[in-house]
């Protein structure tokens, strides 16, 4: 599956590697794992919502569903 910004941000972290993206969420300041939120925003709403690129974001999040660590 490929993450875009209108992917809802759960269903993006369940789409590959779980761990590996939540690091990168992390580190953009998100703990978005236990955010009562996660369950009804999008990638780019989130991104939007904490100042964050949102295409840079999505590139990111990619990149880190796809990884085999």
Request: aromatic share 2%; charged share 15%.
């Amino acid at each position: 599956m490929k993450i875009t910004k209108d992917t809802p941000l759960l269903e993006a972290l369940q789409s590959g590697n779980t761990q590996a993206m939540a690091q990168v969420l992390r580190g953009y300041g998100m703990h978005c794992l236990g955010c009562a939120l996660a369950r009804q925003e999008t990638v780019g709403q989130a991104a939007m919502s904490h100042g964050i690129d949102i295409d840079t974001m999505v590139k990111s999040l990619n990149e880190a569903a796809v990884s085999k660590n």
